[in-house]
């Protein structure tokens, strides 16, 4: 069974790039056709996709995040890792990794979110 593990900073300065590490048990992340994905849910809303890394790494953004955002992995180590560039109050939120498969459908296995408050 695939597990997946959140770890950032926690605390986050404004202006500043928010880097979180999503490490990966029991699965591949180049193991065919699964999708690894970065979803967040800001207070009072809604989850919101950020990007996704395919098993074969490439990558998609979400066009409102896309100017701020990259995804890479360390297939070494079985992990990919969210970077958010100028970080801002706007940005606080409990971050969750995630996998899903190549068609798209929502993610079937989640990590249990980490926590980030962007403050100075």
């Known amino acids: 069974q695939v597990q997946l593990r959140e770890s950032g900073p926690g605390l986050q300065k404004p202006s500043e790039t928010l880097s979180l590490t999503c490490t990966v048990s029991?699965?591949?992340?180049?193991?065919?056709?699964?999708?690894w994905i970065w979803i967040r849910q800001s207070p009072g809303k809604g989850l919101e996709w950020m990007g996704t890394?395919?098993?074969?790494?490439?990558?998609y953004y979400s066009p409102s995040l896309k100017s701020r955002t990259s995804i890479s992995r360390d297939t070494s180590k079985n992990q990919f890792t969210l970077r958010l560039n100028s970080a801002t109050p706007e940005d606080t939120a409990l971050y969750y990794c995630?996998?899903?498969?190549?068609?798209?459908?929502?993610?079937?296995?989640w990590g249990q979110g980490t926590q980030v408050t962007v403050s100075s």
């Open positions: 890394i395919t098993w074969r790494g490439g990558t």
């Open positions: 029991g699965g591949s992340i180049t193991a065919d056709g699964y999708f």
């Open positions: 995630a996998r899903g498969w190549r068609d798209f459908s929502p993610p079937t296995s």
